[in-house]
């Protein structure tokens, strides 16, 4: 039996060095120190023997026994370890830089500057609002003096719902909300919101109307706030957004709800302001209608005109894409044309 048991072990030895995959370790350690295996067949041997014979040999079978789980054991960390390096070398061989078969879809083009713009406020104090699409008459006119009356309520028709509410025409019409919501200022802490969001008009669609567009609005309150702190944040907006710094000037312009109202340029940055096509020849662009919060509506907003002054911004959101994108008809915006708007995501 001892004889036996010699060869057995040799047996293993040679039967385990040939192992190459999980498996056949596992059939290896079925056939030796299986339930029927040869060295558990040794072991119920033992029965047939006697005296100091059976004392020497029951200690040789547990000692090959014993061998053969502790070699099985340590065969299967190098067995595993084997494996895990054959994962990484096919997983190695993945290139990564091989574009996605499935279509992941893009940043909208609009997004893109929306989020770029928002990000250079925040890094100026500036909160970011969402205002809500559907809106009443009184925000989005009344509140912003714009009575019913009011001529300017023409050059913004709108969407009716049947309960009276409408589709927002502008931005402006979160600006008696926000005030209310966050109140007077504390001092040398000025209110600076920007509030981005979708607006509708009742537009005949060409290359340069569409009845749903984007405006990004701000405005900041405080109790010396000048036209000096407007132009400062407009000429920081504009330098980044265009990443040049770019010449700006002011003209007189109307709107209700700010006085005194501008309409802020800039120098054309196609032909730097030497006069082309794009700039019709004046050298100037207009993109930025801006302006002092008039005090009708700070009051409304529940601000005390007479310590609280602030200016407002309404940058037309989705031309400032078409400029810088340069895109000649708005309506590829909302055309849903992947092909088009994936060329703009960085
Ligand atoms: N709400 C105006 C519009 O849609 C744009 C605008 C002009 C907003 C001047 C302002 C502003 O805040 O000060 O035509």
Redo the contacts with the bound molecule.
């Keep these: 039996m001892l004889d036996n048991l010699v060869k057995l072990r040799e047996q293993f030895k040679q039967e385990l060095e040939a192992v190459e995959i999980r498996e056949e370790l596992e059939s290896i350690r079925i056939r030796f120190i299986g339930k029927k295996g040869l060295v558990t067949s040794e072991l119920k041997n033992l029965k047939n023997l006697s005296g100091d014979m059976k004392k020497q040999a029951g200690k040789e079978v547990n000692i090959l026994k014993n061998d053969i789980e502790q070699s099985i054991i340590a065969y299967q960390k190098i067995i595993a370890d084997k494996e895990y390096l054959a994962e990484i070398e096919k997983s190695e061989k993945y290139d990564f830089t091989i574009p996605s078969r499935s279509n992941m879809g893009s940043l909208h083009p609009i997004t893109i500057i929306q989020k770029e713009i928002e990000d250079i406020f925040k890094t100026m104090g500036f909160i970011v609002e969402d205002g809500l699409e559907v809106q009443t008459e009184y925000n989005n006119f009344e509140a ?1 003096n714009i009575p019913s009356d009011h001529p300017a309520r023409e050059m ?1 028709d709108t969407y009716y719902l049947d309960n009276g509410q409408l589709l927002k ?4 019409a979160a ?1 008696n909300a926000i005030m209310k919501k966050y109140g007077a200022p504390e001092p040398g802490k000025p209110l600076r919101v920007l509030f981005p969001g979708r ?1 509708f008009r009742n537009e005949n669609l060409d290359a340069s109307h569409e009845n749903t567009f984007f ?1 990004l ?1 701000g ?1 900041m309150i405080g109790e010396d706030i000048s036209i000096s702190n407007l132009i400062y944040f407009m000429k920081v907006l504009l330098s980044e957004v265009f990443k040049t710094d770019v010449k700006v000037r002011l003209r007189p ?1 109307f ?1 209700p ?2 006085e005194p ?1 501008f309409e802020l340029d800039i120098n054309c940055l196609i032909c730097g302001g030497d006069g082309c096509s794009t700039c019709k020849h004046t050298g100037w662009l207009e993109l930025l ?3 002092m ?1 008039h005090p009708n509506v700070l009051e409304l907003g529940g601000i005390n005109p007479d310590k609280y002054t602030g ?4 940058l037309g959101l989705t031309r400032l894409a078409m400029m810088k994108y340069e895109i000649k008809d708005i309506r590829l915006f909302n055309s849903g044309n992947l092909k088009q708007l994936k060329q703009f995501t960085i």
Excluded: L, R
Excluded at 169 to 172: I, K, M, V
Excluded at 311 to 314: K, N, P, Q, S
């Design positions: 912003v913004q025409t502008h931005t402006s600006q607006c405006q609005e405005m312009g709107f709800f700010v109202g209608p801006c302006g919060i200016f407002a911004f309404g």
